[in-house]
């Protein structure tokens, strides 16, 4: 099976990545055979990528607090001597770069040293993050950029999730990767995780070829199609929240006491699955149920465990959604970062926008990207 598509190499190779926001599926997704909603957005991260005659790679980041970093790939050395805290900054982008190689090294086309630019709408002005998924988004973007430099267009989207994926897990992500299937899709999607146990299995083993040409078990990526009127409004508190320090948390009391998580995880999936019929049988009610059935999944589950899910501002910003008839609940790990509110009647936005802002809730002007594939399932 031809993976790729092959042409003559350009001189400069760019890649579009979008921000994600989870609509529904927020924790339990962590689990097997759970499943999340997930929107993509037109906020994105850009890489651009174009050869050099240098030993080593160039990355620049033109965000605040990234340095230039030079990069010998055959070392793995830094030729800028910058602190280690700023090297790590790097990461996402140096493992990316690293899947690129070892994926060329088995298709045999030489790799080149390259410089790499990057830019990012998924922050403010200030540096501060919205929680719109950067780090999925970055080595999506890379990915695809880089592989595009040599040449090679990937035939299905879902080669470059599991290329980001691989690399995701070599960095020791403890994620679902739900983020890198909306980074590649964009649009509506509905996602199921592969068997996390038979994939890290596999990566210790298997080449890249038989990793992206094989099925993963219980892999499931697809595109939906939600009502035209239906309205999303996002709005952020202002506040940074970090996924992996709640998600830490949680795993640790799960260790303890996991009663209340399998609760949460039996009411989940069938939630998540009565939102995507509804959204695909355009049921404007139970659309709006089903969003309001998983606020309260998540509220009980912060409370069975101590976690602050649901912050003051987001609290805030769930009600005044409420009180003009949109369903509204936090988006992603919550402890900050945006909420989101979804309704039917367009004459209400500006009035929920409005009270937002009174309460300190900036409203983002984002819009869903939709995707032209339909449908990928593994």
Not at 2 to 7: A, H, I, S, Y
Not at 201 to 218: C, F, I, K, N, Q
Not at 312 to 341: H, N, R, T, V, W
Request: net charge negative; with cysteine; charged share 20%.
């Amino acid at each position: 099976m031809e993976l790729f598509d092959r042409f003559p190499l350009p001189k400069q190779a760019q890649a579009l990545a979008p921000g994600k926001l989870y609509i529904v599926g927020e924790y339990a997704i962590l689990a097997p055979q759970q499943a999340a909603i997930l929107i993509g957005l037109d906020q994105y991260i850009q890489a651009k990528v174009s050869f050099n005659d240098l030993p080593y790679c160039e990355l620049f980041n033109h965000q605040k607090d990234y340095p230039p970093l030079n990069i010998y790939f055959d070392t793995n050395e830094d030729s800028s001597k910058v602190e280690t805290s700023q090297f790590e900054k790097w990461n996402y982008v140096i493992e990316a770069v690293k899947t690129c190689r070892a994926l060329l090294a088995e298709l045999k086309i030489p790799f080149r040293n390259c410089q790499i630019d990057l830019n990012s709408e998924l922050t403010n002005p200030q540096g501060q993050k919205y929680g719109f998924g950067s780090s999925g988004a970055v080595t999506v973007a890379c990915i695809q950029a880089i592989l595009k430099a040599h040449g090679l267009e990937a035939r299905s989207k879902i080669t470059y999730f599991k290329l980001a994926v691989i690399t995701m897990l070599r960095l020791k992500s403890r994620g679902s990767f739900g983020d890198l299937a909306c980074n590649v899709m964009g649009g509506w999607v509905y996602y199921q995780a592969a068997d996390r146990g038979w994939l890290e299995g596999r990566v210790l083993h298997a080449s890249y070829l038989d990793l992206l040409t094989e099925d993963w078990p219980d892999l499931i990526i697809e595109s939906l199609q939600a009502p035209a009127n239906l309205h999303l409004l996002i709005g952020w508190t202002q506040q940074p929240a970090s996924t992996e320090n709640l998600v830490d948390r949680l795993q640790q009391l799960l260790i303890q006491d996991p009663t209340a998580y399998q609760k949460f995880l039996q009411e989940a999936k069938p939630c998540v699955d009565q939102l995507k019929e509804a959204l695909i049988d355009h049921q404007e009610e139970l659309i709006l149920q089903s969003i309001h059935h998983y606020r309260q999944l998540l509220l009980n589950l912060g409370t069975a465990y101590g976690l602050p899910i649901e912050t003051k501002p987001l609290q805030q910003l769930i009600e005044i959604a409420q009180s003009y008839s949109f369903s509204a609940k936090s988006s992603g790990a919550g402890g900050g970062d945006c909420g989101i509110a979804l309704g039917f009647d367009p004459s209400k936005i500006q009035m929920i926008q409005k009270a937002w802002k009174q309460n300190g809730i900036e409203p983002l002007n984002c819009k869903i990207i939709f995707s032209k594939s339909s449908q990928n399932k593994e």
